[in-house]
């Protein structure tokens, strides 16, 4: 049986409450509502050390998202938060400049791939 993936909301709460605090600021409330139920499907995998990115959704790495795709800029009192959404639903989470946001390394032998947006 596949484990599902942990929620942001408990590997990262403070991304998350950030995340729904600004999405209701910018009038997401929708999203805001989305926000709280994502799920750490992978991280970014570019290696930079600005990058704490997070894989959210099943887009395919390298392939346009198409018609429905939506880019929601956040306005966060540092760094970037901006959000990639595919008919209402957070693909992923672009997160730049916030180091207290990267995920937790897996345990050893643990380590999957890391998708991109």
């Known amino acids: 049986m596949e484990q599902e993936a942990p929620l942001v909301r408990?590997?990262?709460?403070?991304?998350?409450?950030?995340?729904?605090?600004?999405?209701?600021?910018?009038?997401?409330?929708?999203?805001?509502?989305?926000?709280h139920d994502l799920r750490v499907v992978g991280a970014c995998g570019c290696a930079d050390d600005f990058c704490q990115s997070i894989v959210t959704g099943t887009h395919v790495q390298g392939t346009p998202y198409g018609p429905g795709f939506r880019n929601v800029p956040l306005l966060p009192?540092?760094?970037?938060?901006?959000?990639?959404v595919l008919h209402g639903r957070i693909e992923y989470v672009e997160v730049l400049d916030r180091p207290e946001y990267r995920l937790p390394?897996?345990?050893?032998?643990?380590?999957?791939?890391?998708?991109?947006?």
């Not at 999405?23 to 509502?33: H, N, Q, T, V």
């Open 10 to 35: 408990e590997v990262l709460p403070a991304l998350t409450a950030e995340l729904v605090r600004l999405l209701e600021e910018e009038g997401e409330r929708d999203l805001a509502i989305c926000a």
């Open 77 to 84: 009192d540092r760094g970037m938060l901006i959000l990639d």
């Open 105 to 117: 390394s897996p345990p050893d032998g643990a380590e999957g791939e890391n998708p991109g947006p």
